[in-house]
């Protein structure tokens, strides 16, 4: 007796299966021959571990599956068939043989990008104000789940309409940088709208808003409200009296805000100052009818500083003030009386 292998199978058999498509969908066919006149049959041997696809063992057609439903994923499958004959022949046992069948995924266009870390993106997004244009504000990414040109992504910025666009994006990396120099005095931060568009016919859009923070450089002086402050103090003032607020102003923020008050002084001076409130305070006895002359420094947390004059005149201690000769005055004025008519004397 003459026993033959199984032939007919393709060596390797190409097709193609869309993402979307129905159970029982036909993917191919395979056909073997036995010489011997033996009924073939066909089973999927491996690369189906999920289950997506079903053979009909006496036809060879290969289908998606429909219990439980298909979930075709990835780019190819790699099908092993093999085929057995039932032996009829009378041959010491069956004989098999196995082909490849290679499952190609067409992806369709079903995902949009998303920016997976959009929420953290805020958080790193800024920029030091009075910097050049093209400084690096930060670099965004966003993923598509679908494949060749349905998943390549690129980037661009939804501008404000009415506004002159203050950011660019590079479209391939994600590259956010600056279109002008910023104030932080003026804007303390922008909102940015970032896109990320597929490449597919009919494209879908991602989106992520983000707020880029203008940072704080110290290029503003502490300034006071007056150019020179004047007080008068009798010559009895006890030590240690406060008398005079020397307020001062940053428009910085943060540390460069913060003020220190100092006096300057060459001698021990008549009167000091709160470091924290600017309240000037009398430091020791005040000399008898004298004009004290003092400057005072306010110097904010990036040591950019002025200085004020701050003149004290000192009074005698008996002055009294005026006394009026009666506690109330009540008039009467005719009408028509005629302007610069005396009504009291």
């Not at 036909?26 to 011997?36: E, K, N, S, Y």
């Not at 219990?67 to 092993?80: A, F, I, S």
């Not at 929420?119 to 030091?128: F, G, I, Q, R, T």
């Not at 009294?320 to 009467?332: A, C, F, G, L, S």
């Amino acid at each position: 007796m003459t026993c033959y292998m199984l032939y007919g199978l393709s060596y390797r058999y190409r097709t193609f299966v869309s993402e979307d498509a129905d159970p029982n969908t036909l993917v191919a066919t395979v056909q073997a021959f036995d010489p011997d006149g033996d009924q073939v049959t066909y089973e999927i041997s491996g690369g189906n571990g999920e289950g997506n696809f079903l053979i009909d063992p006496q036809k060879g057609l290969i289908r998606l599956g429909s219990t439980p439903l298909p979930r075709v994923h990835g780019t190819e499958y790699v099908l092993y068939v093999t085929a057995t004959d039932d032996n009829s022949s009378g041959g010491p046992h069956s004989l098999t043989s196995t082909t490849t069948v290679m499952v190609r995924v067409d992806d369709i266009n079903n995902n949009k990008p998303v920016f997976y870390q959009c929420a953290e993106y805020s958080k790193n997004a800024s920029v030091l104000e009075n910097q050049p244009p093209g400084t690096f504000v930060l670099q965004v990414e966003a993923k598509d789940a679908d494949s060749g040109v349905n998943g390549q992504v690129k980037y661009g910025i939804v501008h404000r309409e009415g506004s002159l666009p203050a950011f660019a994006i590079h479209p391939d990396t994600g590259v956010i940088t600056t279109l002008q120099s910023f104030d932080r005095e003026k804007e303390k931060e922008y909102p940015l709208t970032i896109k990320a568009t597929d490449q597919a016919t009919d494209p879908l859009i991602g989106l992520c808003q983000i707020n880029v923070a203008i940072l704080d450089q110290n290029d503003n002086d502490p300034s006071f409200e007056n150019n020179r402050y004047e007080y008068y103090l009798k010559e009895d003032t006890p030590v240690g009296t406060s008398f005079l607020r020397i307020a001062a102003q940053d428009e910085d923020y943060g540390v460069n805000a913060a003020l220190t008050y100092a006096v300057i002084s060459d001698k021990l001076p008549v009167f000091q100052i709160n470091s924290v409130t600017g309240w000037l305070y009398v430091s020791q006895l005040l000399p008898r009818k004298a004009l004290i002359t003092q400057e005072v420094i306010v110097t904010d947390g990036g040591n950019r500083s002025t200085k004020v004059e701050v003149a004290v005149r000192v009074t005698d201690a008996q002055n009294q003030p005026p006394i009026w000769e009666r506690d109330k005055y009540e008039i009467i004025i005719p009408e028509n009386t005629l302007r610069d008519t005396p009504v009291v004397v």
